[in-house]
Structure formats: structure tokens, C-alpha cells
């Protein structure tokens, strides 16, 4: 982290011990705001379009270019799992978006957690497909990360990992005993790759996002493969997705990212189930 913060990171431990920290948002002309599980801190750091302008140029080894897809989606990944998300002044060009001038970042710092709870246990000793559900902050990653973990050690598992947070960039986070990665490919892609060449009994995948995804994760549980994913939302999702998935994991970030409101089982299409 002291690399990619550059100059700021003295400001930034001072307020907090780094490894409390969960999100660096990073705003041009504005003092950077730190997010524990405590709450939210502001530094004594202001950050100029010349520092995010730097950053940029750490994390991606002075080579934006090279990330020019990744910054089209709005992010780039960078060591240790961590995650960093753009905004800014921009076009698009062939379909993809091309920032002239970054504005803003938003720094995620992922955690491990263990899966310790009796609800989760329970979904894990007789799994079946499962949708893990909140908004963002909420959670759902580190905990499918965890999930993704111990169904590895009974059943083949492939994790499509599309923005390299499941598994981190390198795969630096373990990933249990019988699991491939598919990293980097958009799921519509990966998801056919699943099917033909590596027979997985249950998939992983992160943030399911329009109709696409929706019918790529119903091709898979149409082939027989089980399937465990995250999608934002504040306690509803869509018919197809509700119909898709047996659990419905609902978590929030109160008191800690990853705690669990509700599972709810079958068809019920909100988060106000028993656990």
C-alpha cells in the first residue's frame, strides 16, 4: 500500500493502522477519506490532479496503456487484491469509455474472513446455487471468497474471476484444494469455457450485472453445474435471478461487512427471510 499511496500514505496510517483499513477514496481537491469497519476518517491530505494522475502511473507500472481495457470498466486491480475504481472526465470510443482526466478513485481493500456462522454451514453442508446480496460494502466478495474455499475441498471448482478480486491479481489469496481461475476474461466468455473444457461441479463468479450474465449463470445450472455469485442490491433482485438461486444470502455492513440479515430459501424474491 505504501507504494501505490505514494506521498499520502504517512497521512493515511497516522489516521488508522492499515490493516484496519477497508476503502481509500481518493477525490481531486479533496482531503482522502479513509472507511474502517469503525466508521469513516479524513486525512490531512488533499489530493491534486497531478497525485492521481501519479498514482495511476504506480499502479499500473507506468503503463496505462496496457490497462486500457480495464480502465474502460472503470477500475484497475492492483497487488494484494486490491481493487481501484475510476472516475472521471471521458468518451467513448468503439464502445469503450476513455478518461481524459481521472477525477476520482475509489481504493477497496479486500479481508479474510472465516465462514463461522450456522446459517452459512448449513448452506455449505447441502449446497445448491446461491446469490449472495447487498449493496456495495456489504461484504458479499470476501465472504464468497471464503465460501469458494471450502466447497473447494469436496468438489471440482473454477472461480471466474472477470476483475480479479476473488482470487487477487497473482492469485495471492488461497483458493482451496481442488480449484481453477479463470481471471481477467468478461464472464459471457468464460462461462462457455467452463462448460466445455474444464467440467466444473460448481462455479464462482462476482457482481452479476444485466442480461448476459443472467443467461450465461441459467445456461451453466442448465448444464448441471452449481453455481455461487454476488449481486448488488439493496434487498431485491430480479425474477430471474430469484428463480435461478435456492439461497439468497442478504448481508450488510453493520455491524461488520459480511454480517448476515437473512437466507432465504426457494423463491422468495426478498431479504426478509429467516436465517
Known amino acids: 500500500m505504501q507504494k501505490m499511496l505514494g506521498e499520502a500514505y504517512p497521512y493515511v496510517v497516522n489516521v488508522c493502522p492499515e490493516n484496519e483499513i477497508t476503502e481509500i477514496r481518493i477525490r481531486v481537491g479533496k482531503r482522502i477519506?479513509?472507511?474502517?469497519?469503525?466508521?469513516?476518517?479524513?486525512?490531512?491530505?488533499?489530493?491534486?490532479?497531478?497525485?492521481?494522475?501519479n498514482l495511476i502511473k504506480r499502479v499500473t507500472n507506468n503503463s496505462k496503456?496496457?490497462?486500457?481495457?480495464?480502465?474502460?470498466?472503470?477500475?484497475?486491480?492492483?497487488?494484494?487484491?486490491?481493487?481501484?475504481?475510476?472516475?472521471?472526465?471521458?468518451?467513448?470510443?468503439?464502445?469503450?469509455?476513455?478518461?481524459?482526466?481521472?477525477?476520482?478513485?475509489c481504493v477497496r481493500i479486500?479481508?479474510?474472513?472465516?465462514?463461522?456462522?450456522?446459517?452459512v454451514?448449513?448452506?455449505?453442508?447441502?449446497?445448491?446455487?446461491?446469490?449472495?446480496?447487498?449493496?456495495?460494502?456489504?461484504g458479499k466478495t470476501t465472504l464468497l471468497r471464503c465460501i469458494a474455499e471450502k466447497l473447494s475441498e469436496n468438489n471440482d471448482l473454477l472461480i471466474i474471476d472477470e476483475r480479479s478480486e476473488i482470487c487477487g491479481r497473482g492469485l495471492v489469496f488461497y483458493r482451496g484444494t481442488r480449484c481453477d481461475v479463470i481471471q481477467g476474461v468478461p464472464k459471457e466468455y468464460a462461462f462457455e469455457t467452463a462448460i466445455r473444457t474444464m467440467s466444473p461441479q460448481i462455479v464462482v463468479c462476482d457482481e452479476l450485472f444485466g442480461e448476459k450474465d443472467f443467461f450465461a449463470v441459467k445456461t451453466l445450472i442448465g448444464a448441471g453445474i452449481k453455481v455461487a455469485a454476488t449481486f448488488h442490491s439493496d434487498g431485491v433482485i430480479p425474477d430471474v435471478l430469484n428463480e435461478l438461486f435456492y439461497y439468497k444470502v442478504f448481508l450488510s455492513s453493520k455491524p461488520t461487512p459480511g454480517s448476515i440479515k437473512s437466507i432465504v430459501c426457494g423463491t422468495a424474491a426478498r431479504g426478509d427471510g429467516e436465517k
Not at 33 to 52: L, P
Not at 84 to 97: E, R, S
Not at 127 to 137: A, I, K, Q, R, W
Open 33 to 53: 477519506e479513509i472507511k474502517t469497519r469503525q466508521g469513516r476518517f479524513f486525512t490531512r491530505f488533499s489530493a491534486d490532479g497531478e497525485y492521481i494522475e
Open 65 to 105: 496503456y496496457a490497462y486500457e481495457d480495464r480502465l474502460s470498466q472503470g477500475y484497475v486491480d492492483y497487488s494484494d487484491g486490491i481493487r481501484i475504481g475510476v472516475a472521471g472526465d471521458g468518451w467513448v470510443n468503439n464502445g469503450k469509455i476513455i478518461y481524459k482526466k481521472i477525477y476520482s478513485l
Open 110 to 119: 479486500p479481508h479474510i474472513i472465516e465462514v463461522s456462522s450456522e446459517p
Open 121 to 138: 454451514k448449513k448452506i455449505l453442508d447441502n449446497f445448491d446455487n446461491t446469490l449472495l446480496v447487498s449493496p456495495p460494502g456489504g
